[in-house]
C-alpha cells in the first residue's frame, strides 16, 4: 500500500493508482485531461466543459454544489477529485461513504503546483506532471518579467450581480490580481469579511474608489448595463470584462493565463 496526502492533510491509501475517477470540479477536470487520464474519468459536472467533448463521453453527475450520490455510486469509482471552496463538506462527508475523496486547496500558485505535482505521484503521470510544472514556471518568470514596470491600478473584481459579489482576499483570484499589479479593494477590507463579499456598490467611492472594475465572464454573465451601473458609482474607474477562467481556474488553465494576462494589459487605458 502506498499512502499520499492531499492538500487538506487527509492521508489515502492505494494498493496502486486509482484507474477510475470522479470529477467535481472543472478546472480539475482539465487538469486530469491534460495529465493524459481521460480513459479514468468516469464521471464529471455539468460545468466541465473543457475539454468540450467529455460532456459526451462521461457520466455527468450534478453540479459541484449538488451532486447525484447515487450516480456516483453507480460509476464504482476508485477516487473522487473535490475542491475545498468548490464542495462543500456536506458533499465531501457523504462521498467518503463510497471512496476515497482527494480535496485540494488552491491559493497560491504554489500550491497550484503542489496539486499538480501531487496528482501527477497519484496517479503515476509524474512526466506529464512535470512538463505542465516546467511550462508553468516558464510563463510565470515571463509574466512576472512583463509587469514588474506596469503602474499599480486599484480594482474591483466582480463575479454575481443581483447581489453584487466581488472576490476578496485569501482566493486564487486574488493571488492572480496581485501578480497582475491589481490592488483589490476588497482584499482584507473589515467592512466586507469573507472570500466573496456581498458589496454595496454605492459605496465603492469611499471603499476604494477603483481604477478598473473587472467584470468576469463567470460564473454571472455581466452585460453592458452592469458596467454602466458600477460605472456611475465611481469617480473615474474604466470598467472591462475579462476572462473568468484565466483568473479563477486553476491546474494547466495557468500555463495559458500568462499570454492572457499580457493582452489584458495592452488594451488597458494608459495612466
Known amino acids: 500500500m502506498k499512502v499520499f496526502v492531499d492538500q487538506l492533510g487527509t492521508s489515502h491509501s492505494f494498493a496502486g493508482s486509482p484507474k477510475r475517477i470522479v470529477s467535481l470540479v ?24 473543457h475539454p468540450f467533448h467529455l460532456k459526451s463521453t462521461k457520466t455527468v453527475i450534478g453540479g459541484t454544489k449538488q451532486v447525484k450520490i447515487d450516480k456516483i455510486k453507480a460509476l464504482q469509482p476508485d477516487i473522487i477529485i473535490a ?13 467518503q461513504e463510497i471512496c476515497p475523496v482527494w480535496v485540494t486547496d488552491i491559493i497560491t500558485i504554489e500550491d497550484n503546483q503542489q496539486m499538480i505535482r501531487d496528482l501527477g505521484l497519484l496517479f503515476n503521470k509524474r512526466t506529464e506532471a512535470q512538463k505542465w510544472l516546467d511550462k508553468i514556471d516558464f510563463g510565470y518568470r515571463g509574466f512576472q518579467d512583463f ?45 466586507y469579511e469573507g472570500r466573496y463579499p456581498e458589496i454595496i456598490i454605492q459605496k465603492m467611492r469611499i471603499q476604494g474608489d477603483p481604477d478598473l472594475v473587472l467584470l468576469s465572464s463567470e460564473p454571472f454573465p455581466f452585460k453592458d448595463e452592469h458596467a454602466f451601473e458600477l460605472g456611475r458609482h465611481t469617480h473615474h474607474a474604466t ?3 475579462v476572462d473568468g477562467e484565466m483568473f479563477s481556474w486553476y491546474g494547466t488553465r495557468l500555463a495559458k493565463a500568462f499570454d492572457y494576462f499580457k493582452s489584458l494589459h495592452e488594451r488597458l487605458p494608459m495612466t
Open 83 to 95: 475542491n475545498k471552496e468548490e464542495n462543500t463538506l456536506e458533499i465531501v462527508s457523504a462521498l
Open 26 to 49: 472543472p478546472s480539475q477536470t482539465e487538469l486530469l485531461f491534460d495529465l493524459g487520464l481521460e480513459e479514468n474519468i468516469v464521471g464529471i459536472t455539468k460545468f466541465c466543459i
Open 239 to 241: 470598467t472591462v470584462f
Open 147 to 191: 509587469i514588474k514596470d506596469k503602474p499599480v491600478r486599484k480594482v474591483a473584481y466582480f463575479i454575481w450581480a443581483n447581489p453584487y459579489m466581488v472576490a476578496g482576499g485569501n482566493t486564487f483570484i486574488n493571488e492572480l490580481l496581485k501578480l497582475n499589479n491589481f490592488e483589490n479593494i476588497y482584499d482584507n477590507n473589515p467592512k
